[in-house]
């Protein structure tokens, strides 16, 4: 689940054993299990939020509400499970200075905030202001770039073409206005 830091977690036992992988699947799932109770607990009081017109088993809040309360119910069964295998000491060390200094120094740790700095953008930023078909092109050409997935030119021609494929696609097959 937390692959990246799983792999990072310090261990008194030797590596490959299966008490130390016991540990790190259980800290991974204690982490996950808190992430999940929170979403859920997000999802619930947003879909409380939502407006009732009839009633609220028609609301549009009803199917969030219950899964809000499924993830509720199977992060902290999670976090009970991972608790009983002692799994706190496991996240503790985790997240450790030494352990979050080697994670966020990686490169693939940086590749990946980069993509999402990327994909914000693209989202929040850029779709909505600018044309869609643009935006695209836009970040389809980033990201190829920052990857060096093939050349400037292939690169470019690969992101019109999708861009404009997915614009023409939406909007004439679909029927889906777009931003």
Do not use: C, H
């Not at 692959?3 to 259980?26: D, H, I, Q, V, Y």
């Not at 969030?64 to 499924?70: N, Q, R, Y």
């Amino acid at each position: 689940m937390l692959g990246r830091w799983a792999t990072l977690l310090p261990s008194p036992l030797p590596k490959g054993t299966a008490m130390n992988e016991k540990m790190k699947s259980s800290a991974s799932d204690l982490i996950m299990g808190v992430i999940l109770a929170l979403f859920g607990i997000y999802l619930g009081v947003s879909a409380l939020r939502m407006r009732v017109y009839n009633t609220f088993l028609d609301a549009p809040g009803f199917f969030p509400l219950i899964l809000g309360i499924i993830f509720i119910v199977f992060g902290l069964v999670m976090v009970i499970s991972a608790v009983r295998s002692g799994s706190v000491e496991a996240a503790k060390k985790a997240f450790s200075k030494n352990n979050l200094i080697t994670v966020l120094l990686d490169s693939q740790t940086k590749r990946v905030i980069i993509l999402s700095f990327f994909m914000v953008v693209y989202i929040y930023g850029l779709i909505g202001r600018v044309n869609f078909t643009l935006s695209t092109f836009l970040y389809l050409m980033a990201t190829f770039l920052y990857l060096k997935s093939t050349t400037l030119v292939k690169s470019a021609i690969i992101s019109i073409v999708s861009a404009l494929l997915i614009s023409a696609v939406f909007q004439y097959l679909f029927k889906i206005p777009l931003p």
